[in-house]
Nanobody, 120 residues
Framework: VQVVESGGGLVQPGGSLRLSCTTSGVIFNIAVVGWYRQAPGKQRELVASISRLGNTKYADSVKGRFTISRDKARTTVWLQMNSLKPEDTAVYYC???????????????WGQGTQVTVSS
């Protein structure tokens, strides 16, 4: 699966950003899509996922602040991030696969990710 992440940047605490994850083909039609993040010195973690049927899941640390969604054509998945905190600073990645692959981060490759920095 080839995906491209975009939309990161520098934002003040309390601010918002919307990340985009795009792919070609019909991958998002049949797969679960997950947004991950990796902060310096920390392991990569799953922050949100959306299933083929539109069911969503969130890490406890982002519940109520982040929203994952997708377009009708199912070529783009967004991560709307509100009320950002300094601890949200990380490189954010997306990927697609089976539910098991999403949970186990079992992928052949990753995109370049997009940097999110929350700082005053």
């Amino acid at each position: 699966v080839q995906v491209v992440e975009s939309g990161g940047g520098l934002v003040q605490p309390g601010g918002s950003l919307r990340l985009s994850c795009t792919t070609s083909g019909v991958i998002f039609n049949i797969a679960v899509v997950g947004w991950y993040r990796q902060a310096p010195g920390k392991q990569r973690e799953l922050v949100a996922s959306i299933s083929r049927l539109g069911n969503t899941k969130y890490a406890d640390s982002v519940k109520g602040r982040f929203t994952i969604s997708r377009d009708k054509a199912r070529t783009t998945v967004w991560l709307q991030m509100n009320s950002l905190k300094p601890e949200d600073t990380a490189v954010y990645y997306c990927n697609a696969g089976t539910a098991e692959a999403i949970n186990q981060m079992d992928f052949d490759s990753w995109g370049q990710g997009t940097q999110v920095t929350v700082s005053s």
